[in-house]
């Protein structure tokens, strides 16, 4: 059964009060948790209706009315805690959604360094590479020119008539008669510079001829005070 009384004490800090009721004598408590969360919290003097219950070997207020409050109160509380509600969703979206935009553009920026760095080293790389290549060829060169200058020009080997004659007795199939590029000249006995009319034909007789004395220092450059050279 319902009874009907108004509030005659409330502690705000301790979350409980005392409801007096018509006709008898003790106040019936009440706590905070057993009261309508709808239009804020209890008023003194504010009508109830509620079931007498007992807990704990007490008695005390449940089911709690608040008969004070007409339907409008109640209706408007309802929809201003739903919109109450609806705005923090909203905020809370708005604020996930501005973080993930905050941490997509951090995630490019950093994509876009990286890829610089790797490009940068990339580059450095090529370029130590041709570096080397360059050095590599450069040295290459060097060994080169240093082993000409340390061998010279070799002299043009020339077999004596002995050992011609040997080889053309024993291999005749392996030796081929070098045929002299200019016909004007041809080995006739003649093994001096002296007897020799130009440098052309000395250096004729040089090569193609057995038996000449005309390269005292074998560079193979034949009569060279003669002609000159």
């Known amino acids: 059964m319902f009874l009907e009384g108004k509030i005659k004490k409330y502690n705000t800090e301790r979350g409980f009060g005392f409801i007096e ?23 003194l003097g504010e009508r109830l209706k509620f079931l007498l219950v007992e807990d704990k070997g007490k008695f005390k207020a449940a089911n709690i009315v608040r008969l004070d409050l007409n339907n409008s109160n109640i209706t408007y509380a309802s929809v201003a805690n739903q919109s109450s509600k609806r705005f923090i969703s909203q905020e809370h979206s708005l604020s996930n ?31 130590s590479k041709e570096l080397k290549t360059a050095q590599l060829i450069n040295e290459q060169k060097r060994i080169v020119e240093e082993q000409r200058k340390a061998i010279g020009e070799l002299p043009e080997l020339k077999l004596s008539e002995k050992t011609q004659r040997s080889l053309e007795s024993h291999h005749p199939e392996s030796i081929q008669t070098v045929q002299p590029t200019n016909t004007q000249f041809k080995c006739d006995g003649r093994t001096h510079c002296s007897q020799m ?28 005070r003669q002609f000159g050279r």
């Open 21 to 43: 009721v018509e006709g008898k004598q003790e106040d019936i408590f009440f706590h905070i948790s057993d009261f309508p969360k709808i239009a804020g919290e209890p008023k």
């Open 197 to 224: 009319h130009s440098y052309e034909e000395a250096l004729f007789f040089l090569r193609n001829c057995p038996n000449t004395q005309m390269d005292g220092n074998n560079d193979g450059e034949p009569c060279e």
């Open 97 to 127: 959604s501005k973080k993930s935009k905050i941490f997509t553009v951090m995630g490019l920026i950093v994509i876009a360094i990286l890829m610089v760095l790797v490009f940068q080293k990339y580059q450095s790389y090529q370029q």
